[in-house]
């Protein structure tokens, strides 16, 4: 048995037994910090199908530090919940243990693989018992029916308010110690580490698993073709993202957004199809910044800049500016657009400031909103200001007075 008294809220010693108001410290905290935590409660509002404004109540009902007390036991929770009245109500929180067989079937996966087995004997849980779990075809964490509350206030209710907050705080328990989530299926965490040591200290036969086709090697595969060799499919007329991740969710222990997966997915296609088709190198010899440069390029004038921008640590502004010059010059662009004004021969200088009477520093001819940049490509670039920042404002070429129009 693990008896912990898990955060007890803003009651004062000497205060009403009634609740606090919703409000000040801790009525907006969240619940689960760690992967174990977050992984209870995905289950416990997505999968277990109990009541949302009833677990929305028992949440702001734990907020409140209304659990007063919370013990772990094999297949059971049990905690006194304060309510209105002076008097805690007890409450009960249950989920289905594994049976004997059904423990043997998950140690059986586990047992077979070494690293998992470490870390486990090492005292840590790591998230992929889930899957080996679903390999023995039990799921690790509750689903549907699997959560079973009681409690003794006038609410029927299921599950009633109170124990909606105990629910809750069962996450706090499986960010302090993850291993409360076997207990929850059956297994104390001694008896279970006892039970792999004694599989790996037999020295049985490993799990069997299904071998994988090796293949043939190409040069072999061509040599049994008969007839003329296939033509290769043509890529499409244009990109688009893999139809997998449109309609497949990463796996929950991931920690991969949705909408990352697609988006990057989709990046990588068109530069497949690049590849594929001819059409560019599918930008696999840029830097960092060119790359970062070139996703920029592709969400101008959307959210996902601003996001973009976030994630590199890098203002919008900034990454704006950079998206621009890719666009309109490419690798040659963003490095006249980002590099420091530098020393060149003024005598190289002399056909720029022809079409621009402006001051020179280094590289750069400035007159009032323009600017006209030498870089080290040899190719003359105009830059505008708009919103006090450079921009620039059109592709690159070797004669200035294109740029600005002039014959």
Same mark, same amino acid.
């Given at each position: 048995?693990?008896?912990?008294?898990?955060?007890?809220?803003?009651?004062?010693?000497?205060?009403?037994?009634?609740?606090?108001?919703?409000?000040?410290?801790?009525?907006?905290?969240?619940?689960?910090?760690?992967?174990?935590?977050?992984?209870?409660?995905?289950?416990?509002?997505?999968?277990?199908?109990?009541?949302?404004?009833?677990?929305?109540?028992?949440?702001?009902?734990?907020?409140?530090?209304?659990?007063?007390?919370?013990?772990?036991?094999?297949?059971?929770?049990?905690?006194?919940?304060?309510?209105?009245?002076?008097?805690?109500?007890?409450?009960?929180?249950?989920?289905?243990?594994?049976?004997?067989?059904?423990?043997?079937?998950?140690?059986?996966?586990?047992?077979?693989?070494?690293?998992?087995?470490?870390?486990?004997?090492?005292?840590?849980?790591?998230?992929?018992?889930?899957?080996?779990?679903?390999?023995?075809?039990?799921?690790?964490?509750?689903?549907?029916?699997?959560?079973?509350?009681?409690?003794?206030?006038?609410?029927?209710?299921?599950?009633?308010?109170?124990?909606?907050?105990?629910?809750?705080?069962?996450?706090?328990?499986?960010?302090?110690?993850?291993?409360?989530?076997?207990?929850?299926?059956?297994?104390?965490?001694?008896?279970?580490?006892?039970?792999?040591?004694?599989?790996?200290?037999?020295?049985?036969?490993?799990?069997?698993?299904?071998?994988?086709?090796?293949?043939?090697?190409?040069?072999?595969?061509?040599?049994?073709?008969?007839?003329?060799?296939?033509?290769?499919?043509?890529?499409?007329?244009?990109?688009?993202?893999?139809?997998?991740?449109?309609?497949?969710?990463?796996?929950?222990?991931?920690?991969? !957004? $949705?909408?990352?997966?697609?988006?990057?997915?989709? +990046?990588? *296609? =068109? &530069? %497949?199809?690049? @590849?594929?088709?001819?059409? #560019? !190198? $599918?930008?696999?010899?840029?830097?960092?910044?060119? +790359?970062? *440069? =070139? &996703? %920029?390029?592709? @969400?101008?004038?959307?959210? #996902?800049?601003?996001?973009?921008?976030?994630?590199?640590?890098?203002?919008?502004?900034?990454?704006?500016?950079?998206?621009?010059?890719?666009?309109?010059?490419?690798?040659?662009?963003?490095?006249?657009?980002?590099?420091?004004?530098?020393?060149?021969?003024?005598?190289?200088?002399?056909?720029?400031?022809?079409?621009?009477?402006?001051?020179?520093?280094?590289?750069?001819?400035?007159?009032?909103?323009?600017?006209?940049?030498?870089?080290?490509?040899?190719?003359?670039?105009?830059?505008?200001?708009?919103?006090?920042?450079?921009?620039?404002?059109?592709?690159?070429?070797?004669?200035?007075?294109?740029?600005?129009?002039?014959?």
């Amino acid at each position: 048995m693990n008896e912990r008294t898990p955060w007890q809220g803003w009651r004062r010693e000497g205060e009403n037994a009634g609740l606090p108001a919703a409000k000040g410290a801790g009525s907006r905290r969240p619940f689960g910090a760690t992967w174990w935590g977050k992984a209870w409660l995905e289950a416990l509002e997505h999968r277990a199908r109990l009541d949302p404004n009833r677990l929305g109540r028992g949440r702001s009902y734990a907020r409140r530090g209304s659990v007063l007390g919370l013990v772990v036991d094999p297949g059971v929770v049990r905690a006194s919940v304060q309510g209105s009245r002076v008097t805690p109500y007890e409450v009960t929180v249950k989920i289905r243990a594994f049976d004997d067989a059904e423990w043997d079937a998950v140690l059986d996966v586990v047992s077979a693989q070494i690293g998992r087995v470490a870390a486990l004997l090492d005292g840590e849980l790591p998230p992929e018992l889930v899957d080996d779990a679903q390999a023995a075809g039990l799921e690790l964490l509750p689903g549907a029916g699997e959560v079973r509350t009681d409690c003794n206030c006038p609410d029927f209710a299921v599950p009633c308010k109170h124990s909606a907050a105990v629910c809750y705080l069962i996450a706090d328990a499986l960010d302090e110690a993850p291993f409360e989530l076997l207990l929850l299926r059956g297994r104390q965490k001694d008896e279970l580490l006892s039970a792999l040591r004694a599989r790996r200290s037999a020295g049985g036969e490993p799990l069997a698993l299904a071998p994988q086709p090796v293949g043939l090697v190409a040069k072999a595969a061509f040599a049994r073709v008969t007839g003329p060799i296939p033509v290769p499919v043509r890529p499409l007329n244009q990109p688009g993202a893999p139809t997998a991740v449109l309609v497949l969710e990463p796996p929950r222990q991931s920690g991969v !957004d $949705g909408k990352d997966l697609v988006a990057l997915a989709t +990046d990588a *296609a =068109r &530069r %497949a199809w690049e @590849l594929a088709s001819g059409d #560019g !190198d $599918g930008g696999l010899g840029l830097t960092r910044d060119q +790359d970062l *440069a =070139r &996703r %920029a390029a592709g @969400l101008f004038g959307t959210p #996902g800049l601003a996001d973009l921008a976030h994630r590199a640590g890098l203002t919008a502004r900034q990454l704006t500016s950079w998206a621009v010059a890719w666009r309109e010059g490419g690798a040659g662009g963003l490095a006249a657009a980002v590099e420091p004004a530098i020393d060149v021969d003024p005598q190289a200088m002399a056909e720029g400031l022809d079409t621009l009477d402006g001051v020179v520093e280094g590289n750069r001819i400035t007159a009032e909103r323009a600017q006209l940049r030498l870089a080290s490509d040899g190719l003359w670039y105009l830059f505008t200001k708009q919103f006090n920042d450079w921009m620039l404002s059109a592709p690159p070429s070797p004669d200035p007075a294109e740029l600005l129009g002039r014959p």
